[in-house]
C-alpha cells in the first residue's frame, strides 16, 4: 500500500516531485472499486457518499478494499463518478422515451417518417 | 429497288422510240450500252444482277440493321468505358472534396492573423532542457494534456496515444514526421522524474513536458485547456486536476489542426492525421524526416 500513503516519503521522487501509481496499482485500484461498484448494485445502492453508512454495513469488505488500493482523490472521484454515470444514464434513457413517444403521437396523427 | 427498274425500262422504250428513224442497224449497238450504263448508276455498289430478287435485298438489309444494332454503339466494351469513367470521376470527385474539406477545417482553425490554439511557451523536458514551441516546428506534433495521478481517463488516452504513436509510424515507414507531447497540467507533483517514470510505462516517444506553475498555466491557456490545478498545494495534499482531454493535432508550422477526442478510436485517429500528413506533402510543403 506503500503507493497510497501519501504522507510517507517512499512515493516522493528525488527531485521533489511525487511518483504517481503505476500501471499495476491503477490496475489494482480499478479492480477494487470494480468488486465494490458490483456490491453496491447487487444492494441497490446508487450513492456511496451520502448512503456511506449503508454502503459500509452491506459492503464493509469491498468498500475497505477499496480504499486501501485507491488514493484517498480517487476514491471520491470513483464514487462520484458513479452517481454522475447514473444520472447520465437515466436522463438518456428518458429523452429517448420522450421521443419515442413524440413519433408515436405524431405517427398516431398520420406523420410517416418520411 | 423497284423504283429504279422502272426508270430504266422507260429510258429502254423512249430510246428505242427515238431511235427508230434514220436506221435501225446503226442504234442498235447502242442499246445494251445504256442499259448497262443506267444500271450501273442507279444502284452502284451492286455487281448484282438483274435476277436479284427485291426481297432478298431487303432481309438484307435488315440483317445489316440487326448486327448494328447488337453491336453498334452501345457495345459492352463501351458500356465497361462508361461505367469505369463515371466510377473513376466519383472517386476523383470524393477525394478532392474530402480533401479540400480536410484543408478548409486547417485553414478554419488557423484563424486570421494570431492563432487561435497553441502560440509560443516555455516549459521544459524531462531532461531538464528548455523546450519551446519552435521544438515543435517541422513535424506534426500531437499535444496532450493530463498528469500523472490521473485516476481513468488520461491512462486510457495515454494507452490510446502510444497505439497511434506505433500504427502513424508504420504508416511514415518510419519517418519521425510525428511528435507526441505530454504536457502536464500538475507540475508541483509531476516533476521530471515522476513524468519520465510515468511516460515510460505508456510509449518511449512520448517527450513530456513540465515547468513552473506560471508556464504551465500560460501553455494551458495557449491551448485553450481548462486549468484547475490548486496553486498553493501542501506536500502531502491528495487532490485531483480537471483539464481538458483532448490531443491537438498541430502542422508543421505550430498551427492547431484538428482534435482528437474520447469518441476517437486508435485506427480512427491515424486515419484522421495520416490524411493531413498527406496532404501537406502532396502540396509539397516541408516536413522533417530525421
Known sequence: MGWFSWSSNSNQASDGGRIAPDRTSRQKCWEARDTFFSCLDNNDIIDSVKGDKEARKKCGKEIAEFEASCATAWVKYFKEKRVMEYNRDKTIERIKKEDAATVQDLKSQGWTSR | ?290
Not at chain 2, 429510258?11 to 442504234?27: E, F, K, M, V, W
Request: positive net charge; aromatic residues 10%.
Open chain 2, 1 to 290: 429497288m423497284s423504283l429504279p427498274l422502272r426508270s430504266i425500262t422507260r429510258t429502254l422504250t423512249r430510246t428505242s422510240r427515238t431511235c427508230h428513224t434514220p436506221s435501225i442497224a446503226t442504234t442498235r449497238p447502242v442499246l445494251p450500252q445504256t442499259l448497262r450504263q443506267n444500271v450501273s448508276l442507279t444502284s452502284p455498289r451492286t455487281a448484282v444482277p438483274f435476277s436479284t430478287s427485291p426481297m432478298r435485298s431487303k432481309s438484307r438489309t435488315m440483317g445489316q440493321i440487326r448486327a448494328r444494332n447488337a453491336t453498334g454503339p452501345f457495345s459492352w466494351k463501351s458500356a465497361l468505358l462508361f461505367v469505369l469513367t463515371g466510377a473513376g470521376m466519383i472517386v476523383y470527385f470524393r477525394v478532392e472534396k474530402d480533401r479540400l474539406e480536410r484543408k478548409r477545417i486547417a485553414e478554419m482553425s488557423k484563424g486570421v492573423g494570431k492563432p487561435k490554439v497553441g502560440g509560443p511557451f516555455v516549459l521544459k523536458d524531462l531532461e531538464g532542457k528548455v523546450f519551446t514551441e519552435d521544438e515543435l516546428k517541422g513535424r506534426y506534433s500531437f499535444v496532450y494534456f493530463g498528469f500523472t495521478h490521473c485516476p481513468d481517463i488520461c491512462p486510457d488516452e495515454l494507452d490510446k496515444m502510444a497505439e497511434i504513436i506505433d500504427k502513424v509510424k508504420e504508416a511514415n515507414k518510419g519517418d519521425n514526421v510525428f511528435l507526441p507531447v505530454f504536457i502536464t497540467c500538475d507540475p508541483v507533483r509531476d516533476t521530471p522524474e515522476v513524468l519520465k517514470n510515468y511516460l515510460q510505462e505508456f510509449h518511449k516517444d512520448i517527450i513530456g513536458l513540465t515547468g513552473t506553475y506560471d508556464q504551465v498555466k500560460q501553455v494551458c491557456k495557449a491551448y485553450r485547456v481548462y486549468f484547475s490545478t490548486p496553486k498553493d498545494v501542501k506536500p502531502g495534499d491528495d487532490y485531483l486536476v480537471d483539464h481538458s482531454i483532448y490531443f491537438y493535432l498541430m502542422d508543421p508550422d505550430g498551427d492547431f489542426v484538428e482534435c482528437i477526442g474520447r469518441q476517437d478510436t486508435p485506427e480512427s485517429a491515424t486515419k484522421t492525421i495520416m490524411e493531413h500528413i498527406n496532404d501537406w506533402k502532396r502540396e509539397g510543403k516541408p516536413l522533417k524526416k530525421d
